[in-house]
């Protein structure tokens, strides 16, 4: 059973950085993709960024592209989410999941292990 475990959230002015971790444990580190979600309250949990199980590719959300940065460590199992120029618009609970396959999902359905989520808040 694969496991994933998110990190590094914390409160944050607007403009400042932070750079979530997700480790992971149980499974095979190497074959999985692995995505980055958040959901603000009271809406839907949304895609921002993913990565193959290699690293070679990655994708990411409109919203978020040229601010954050999606990266893997395959020594630690550990897969990362630079995010740079938070703004009040990036505030939510933050997710990482996997999945295995050859697709790089930029849908929630398609990915069936998720960590229990990291807080971020960006204050104005």
């Known amino acids: 059973q694969v496991q994933l475990v998110e990190s590094g959230g914390g409160l944050v002015q607007t403009g400042g950085s932070l750079r979530l971790s997700c480790a992971t444990s149980?499974?095979?580190?190497?074959?999985?993709?692995v995505g980055w979600f958040r959901q603000a309250p009271g809406k839907e949990r949304i895609f921002v960024a993913a990565?193959?199980?290699?690293?070679?590719?990655?994708t990411y959300a409109d919203s978020v592209t040229g601010r954050f940065t999606i990266s893997r460590d395959s020594a630690k199992n550990t897969v990362y989410l630079q995010m740079n120029s938070l703004n009040a618009e990036d505030t939510a609970l933050y997710y990482c999941?996997?999945?295995?396959?050859?697709?790089?999902?930029?849908?929630?359905?398609?990915?069936?292990?998720w960590g229990q989520g990291t807080q971020v808040t960006v204050s104005s």
């Open positions: 999941a996997a999945r295995g396959g050859l697709r790089l999902g930029t849908s929630a359905s398609e990915y069936p292990y």
């Open positions: 149980g499974g095979t580190f190497s074959i999985l993709n």
């Open positions: 990565i193959t199980w290699n690293g070679g590719r990655t």
